[in-house]
């Protein structure tokens, strides 16, 4: 894939090409950039993207958020705030579509070409595309706890088991008519059923034919809860 610039890859704003420097990225619409917060070097590869923070290094970025929608029939792991599926999202963050996007850019993630072809076997065969770990972490008590993404959500009784579940990058490759970056129209960014709106998706869907048997953990704090989300590129398998 041809390397851009992530300010070209997000439509515009060139001065931002100097903080950021050369990374590789899909096209996305030009109208993207209204939905990126203030970009601010934080030193040490690190920036910050409105309330995100990457590591450039680390290849790793948290978020802070709150619990939306813990014990309702969930499809959605994440979404911004206002975005029309909360109803069914464990967790708000403070992020748009097209921070969330950026983040994920930075980390070296790019949308595999063979997504749309996968789609057709979707259910039997796991999306391609680079794998992401999701940490959530939240204070119990005075005390920090880490869960990962699939024991968050994943209440018991629940018929996929949490080591199984993978997260990949899809980069929101649905087409948005109102010419917008669809993950921004939306407000989807991390889900576990298929729908092409989404930023990250589970390699192989979860619930899929049980709708209401994800739920969510009840270890989780009650909804309105702080919690940061952490999301790392995986090391690719040699």
């Not at 008590?141 to 080591?163: F, H, M, S, Y």
Request: aromatic content about 6%; charged content about 20%.
């Amino acid at each position: 894939m041809q390397r851009r610039p992530v300010l070209v890859a997000l439509g515009g704003a060139a001065y931002l090409q100097p903080l950021l420097g050369q990374v590789s990225a899909p096209p996305a619409p030009a109208q993207t950039t209204a939905r990126i917060g203030e970009i601010k070097p934080l030193g040490g590869e690190r920036f910050q993207i409105g309330r995100i923070v990457v590591n450039k290094r680390t290849r790793r970025f948290t978020v802070s958020g709150r619990v939306l929608a813990l014990g309702e029939p969930l499809e959605y792991l994440a979404a911004s705030p206002g975005g029309s599926k909360g109803y069914e999202t464990l967790f708000e963050l403070d992020a748009t579509g097209s921070e969330f996007n950026l983040a994920c850019i930075l980390l070296g993630l790019e949308r595999s070409l063979r997504h749309a072809q996968a789609r057709d076997t979707w259910g039997t065969q796991p999306l391609p595309g680079p794998r992401v770990a999701i940490f959530v972490t939240w204070s119990d008590g005075g005390q920090r706890r880490e869960v990962t993404a699939a024991q968050a959500v994943l209440n018991p009784g629940a018929e996929t088991k949490p080591d199984t579940v993978e997260w990949v990058y899809i980069g929101s490759p649905a087409p948005d008519l109102r010419g917008g970056f669809a993950a921004d129209t939306t407000g989807t960014l991390v889900g576990f059923k298929p729908d092409d709106n989404n930023i990250i998706e589970s390699a192989v869907g979860i619930g899929i034919g049980a709708y209401g048997t994800v739920r969510g953990h009840p270890m989780l704090p009650p909804n309105g809860s702080p919690i940061e989300l952490i999301v790392e590129a995986a090391v690719p398998k040699k």
